[in-house]
C-alpha cells in the first residue's frame, strides 16, 4: 500500500485497500475521532459554563442543555461509525 503522504507528494492517486487498511476505513475513523475531541472540548465548556452560572436559571439551562446535546451528539457519531462499518464489511 502506497503511504498517503508518498502518495501526494508524488501526486499519485491514494491506493485504498479494503478491510480496515483502506482510507475509507481511515477517514471514517478519524472523524470519529475528531467527533469524541470536540464532544469532551463541548462538556468540558458547558460544565465550567455551569458551576459559573451563579445560580441565574437561564445559564443553567444552557449549560444543561449544551451538555446534553453533546452527549447526543458523540452517541450519533459512535452509532454512525458502527453502521458504516458494518456497510463497508458487506461490500
Known amino acids: 500500500m502506497i503511504d498517503l503522504l508518498a502518495a501526494i507528494s508524488l501526486n499519485l492517486p491514494f491506493q485504498a485497500q479494503g478491510g480496515k487498511d483502506g482510507w475509507f ?6 472523524l470519529l475521532y475528531w467527533a469524541a475531541v470536540l464532544a469532551v472540548i463541548s462538556v468540558v465548556i458547558s460544565g465550567f459554563m455551569y458551576t459559573t452560572s451563579a445560580g441565574d436559571p437561564g445559564k443553567l439551562a444552557k449549560a444543561k442543555r449544551n451538555i446534553i446535546y453533546s452527549i ?3 452517541l450519533l457519531a459512535v452509532f ?6 458494518e456497510v463497508v464489511k458487506l461490500i
Not at 25 to 30: A, L, M, P
Not at 80 to 85: E, G, K, M, R
Open 72 to 74: 447526543i451528539g458523540l
Open 25 to 30: 476505513s481511515i477517514f471514517i475513523s478519524n
Open 80 to 85: 454512525s461509525y458502527a453502521i458504516v462499518n
